[in-house]
């Protein structure tokens, strides 16, 4: 039996089977659907699956607390390599499991008494010093799974069971594609600002379209230094039709100049397929650079404040500095966008023209994934008090 490790380390479908021990589902609740923010700094949490840690960093008789939103989770894994997560907080006097607890089986023991909690139905099955055990003495099990080298975790504010679930990739299942690199930000702003770029393809050209060379400081990006080099950018968004109304779609075609003349060699093709407020698979298709998937999931951390992983997947037969070059190459693109998100105003209301329709359908979309019951944080607005 190993002790639980603490790591309070703030952490939020495609369609696939919904196994007893396990849910495939998306980011919110963790990753998936965590909590997203409207109007006036307004924490809001959505259904969907969240990210709460990644597979490989869970080991066999072990356990982490991780949060996720407002919500405290004791995430563990047993013996025969099962992961569960339940509520953090032991119902008997509040101790946190995850932190100095232990893994006892499938069951996971409160550092404080030692009253132990089964990871399948969070029921109690011992307290060391009771002749009987409650019945009603038991710990909330989230629904959860593990797909793409993560574990999620399916929230909803009302307490819904899971109404879509998030496939494992076929490739990155089997091995032949392999990973090949993470990143990771924070990013201040409202949750739904940062899928919205899927629809808002005009900011491609403007802010992507400077050559990568010259940084993610907007400052500096219209450099004339690197301006023989231009990305080019052609995209569309669509949301997908019944029965998976919860997944979008955005085809992006991308090539580039030099000194006006086109590349095709390097032309790629990236399909993003979101599943949820808060998850997105990019597939890569060249002809010769190969293929592969980068999964993008968001988790709400706190309002207004989200946590952005990258990680890629690729071709084993391709030399592992492709996959990685590209995965820097995004990470330039998407620190541009952090430092528009760091410092706009989420807008209920946009001023939009004809041409900004896609975002207008957007929303419209990601609208599905807000609860009228949802927990609204409201940022002070008059007066000094906090």
Partial sequence: MRKISQQLCPSRGFKQRYHASS?????????????????????EKYLG??????????????????????????????????????????????????????VVGSCIECPFHGWQFSGKDGK???????????????????????VGGMILVWYHCDSVSPTWQVPEQEEVASGAWVFRGITEHFVN???????????????????????????VDLRNTKSK????????????????PEPDTHCSCMTVKHHITIFGKHLPFV????????????????????????HGVM????????????????????QRSIPGFIPKFMLWAESVQFERDIMIWNN???????????????????????????????VKFTGQKNGLDW
């Fill in 295 to 314: 999964i993008h999931s968001v988790t709400p951390v706190e309002p207004l404040l989200q946590r952005v992983i990258h990680r890629m997947y690729y």
């Fill in 189 to 215: 702003a409202h949750i739904e600002e940062i899928p919205e770029n899927a629809a808002d393809v005009a900011h491609l050209s403007f802010l992507h379209g400077p050559c990568i060379m010259n940084g």
């Fill in 124 to 146: 109690c099955t011992r307290i060391p010093y009771a002749k009987k055990v409650p019945e009603f003495a038991t710990v909330k099990v989230w629904p959860s799974c593990e």
């Fill in 344 to 374: 706009k105003q989420y807008l209920s209301k946009p001023l939009l023209v004809k041409e900004d329709s896609a975002i207008q359908r957007h929303r419209r979309w990601y609208s599905q994934f807000y609860s009228a019951h949802s």
């Fill in 49 to 102: 699956a969240v990210h709460i840690i990644r597979k490989s960093g869970l080991d066999v008789d072990e356990g982490r607390a991780k949060t996720g939103g407002r919500e405290q989770f004791a995430v563990f894994r047993d013996l025969n390599g099962q992961s569960y997560v339940l509520d953090a907080y032991c119902p008997h006097l509040g101790a946190n499991l995850s932190v100095g607890g232990r």
């Fill in 225 to 240: 230094f690197w301006k023989f080099i231009e990305h080019n950018w052609k995209a569309d968004w669509q949301p997908d």
């Fill in 23 to 43: 849910i495939e589902t998306n980011t919110p609740p963790l990753t998936a659907v965590g909590s997203a923010f409207h109007d006036e700094a307004v924490l």
């Fill in 267 to 290: 032309d790629v093709t990236v399909l993003a397929k979101q599943i949820g407020p808060g998850l997105v698979f990019l597939f890569f298709h060249h002809s010769f650079l190969g």
